[in-house]
T-cell receptor, first 114, second 116 residues
Framework: AQSVTQPDIHITVSEGASLELRCNYS??????LFWYVQSPGQGLQLLLK??????LVQGIKGFEAEFKRSQSSFNLRKPSVHWSDAAEYFC????????????FGGGTRLMVKP | DGGITQSPKYLFRKEGQNVTLSCEQN?????MYWYRQDPGQGLRLIYY???????QKGDIAEGYSVSREKKESFPLTVTSAQKNPTAFYLC???????????????FGPGTRLTVL
């Protein structure tokens, strides 16, 4: 069965500092990988996705993620964090089996210090 | 504007009552999903539907029911059999799959259900 692990429940960074959020997945085939962001009390917004091809993918709001098959990882990065990036971030893996469901990690809550 | 709407935003229910959460989309998406979100547990799939008049149980379907009578609507009923219904509920939709592609899911703003 597929699974996603986000090892860091909370992360605090200073505004302007770089950010890396970790995501490890378990999936038996080529994974379809996603990062979503959720502001408090809101729905999820897609930041970026990886299906195939270039392992470094660019997303919205200056985020990028790198797919590393050997490490089963899909870490999210941003070179300089803004206060508005404070939110919860979810990594997910998609399945091609019936329903094309997403399996989500537990999320990482990002706090940004001024 | 195209999108997914969920209503109400906040819902309060007494124990023993059934309650229905609304989800409507005007994106012409074929598939729709219901998730439950609890702190620190990510999102867990309750039910999903790939076409009208058909739906399947997800990982935590017990105590919930759904219907899909129209393409744009996928209401979720939280029944009195659901032991711990207080949570944030998210609805999502997705276009039909085509060969060699995988479309992302689009999410509504959510409904927070509190059982008193």
């Amino acid at each position: 069965a597929q699974s996603v692990t986000q090892p860091d429940i909370h992360i605090t960074v200073s505004e302007g500092a770089s950010l890396e959020l970790r995501c490890n997945y378990s999936y038996g085939a080529t994974p379809y990988l996603f990062w979503y962001v959720q502001s408090p009390g809101q729905g999820l917004q897609l930041l970026l996705k990886y299906f195939s091809g270039d392992t470094l993918v660019q997303g919205i709001k200056g985020f990028e993620a790198e797919f590393k098959r050997s490490q089963s990882s899909f870490n999210l990065r941003k070179p300089s964090v803004h206060w508005s990036d404070a939110a919860e971030y979810f990594c997910a893996v998609g399945s091609l089996r019936a329903g094309n469901m997403l399996t989500f990690g537990g999320g990482t809550r990002l706090m940004v210090k001024p | 504007d195209g999108g997914i709407t969920q209503s109400p935003k906040y819902l309060f229910r007494k124990e023993g009552q059934n309650v229905t959460l609304s989800c409507e989309q005007n994106l012409n998406h074929d598939a729709m999903y219901w998730y439950r979100q609890d702190p620190g547990q990510g999102l867990r799939l309750i039910y999903y539907s790939q076409i009208v008049n058909d739906f399947q149980k997800g990982d935590i379907a017990e105590g919930y029911s759904v219907s899909r009578e129209k393409k744009e609507s996928f209401p979720l009923t939280v029944t009195s059999a659901q032991k711990n219904p207080t949570a944030f509920y998210l609805c999502a939709s997705k276009p039909k799959m085509v060969a060699d592609s995988y479309n992302e899911q689009f999410f509504g703003p959510g409904t927070r259900l509190t059982v008193l």
